[in-house]
């Protein structure tokens, strides 16, 4: 998907190949509507799925944070729906004429509240960090801190590129940065979240209906007797 974002920009900035018809504007990962938007919103929405099995499991066995993997699903959810209809730029028209920002680090308004939301959160969700084997811990936070390396510290250095024009070489080098970052932060925390996942419950059935008729969760699978020598 890089790749093919890069000979995007590479065709557009050359050739003059315009990024919003055709096969180009698929790979376009700045784009709406396309499949490089599925493309990153997809794994969010894994991640999401991922901590919600967790959190059924650690409420099954009585764990205390289990209600905090909960709310990590929902705001992964969140994202993930975010990312395919970028909602958070609903805030940066106002709020960049409200508090008259032209150009700098605060350039995407959206960051404002973002920044807040980011540090309340990594002060509810540390416990449940803590929590966690030393490797695994190790692993959630690079992908936190790649993730939003990206989506944060270099959007904010975006908002001085931007400055060249939306459509100039430094801010789309900057642009590609920072999804190269989202994108390899969100697959490295996939990829521990099912690690941890198959550590915690290496066989397991997902039950949509419960004897109760409402019951969503995790139950480990039925162990097979073993077959006589």
């Known amino acids: 998907m890089l790749l093919g974002h890069v000979v995007t920009l590479y065709l557009f900035l050359e050739h003059g190949v315009s990024r919003e018809y055709g096969v180009p504007r698929h790979f376009d990962l700045n784009g709406e509507g396309n499949f490089a ?37 929902g705001v992964l959810l969140l994202m993930s729906i975010d990312e395919a209809s970028q909602l958070h730029d609903l805030f940066t028209g106002p709020l960049r004429r409200g508090l008259a920002i032209d150009f700098g680090v605060f350039y995407f308004a959206w960051l404002i509240p ?21 490797s695994t811990q190790l692993r959630l936070i690079a992908a936190a801190g790649i993730y939003f390396g990206g989506a944060i510290v270099v959007e904010m250095l975006s908002g001085f590129a931007v400055e060249n024009g939306r459509k100039s070489t430094p801010y789309l080098t ?44 995790v139950a480990p699978a039925a162990t097979a007797p073993a077959e006589p020598r």
Do not use: K
């Open 37 to 73: 938007s599925w493309f990153e919103s997809f794994p969010l929405l894994v991640a999401a799925m991922v901590t919600f099995l967790l959190a059924s499991h650690y409420r099954d066995s009585g764990a205390p944070l289990a209600h905090r993997w909960a709310a990590l699903s």
């Open 114 to 134: 973002a920044v807040a939301f980011l540090v309340l959160a990594a002060w509810y969700f540390a416990p449940v960090i803590r929590s966690l084997p030393a």
């Open 174 to 217: 900057v642009l590609t940065f920072e999804e190269a970052c989202e994108i390899s932060g969100i697959l490295l925390a996939v990829g521990t979240l099912l690690r941890l996942l198959h550590t915690v419950q290496p066989r397991s059935t997902i039950e949509l209906l419960g004897a109760g008729g409402g019951t969503v969760g």
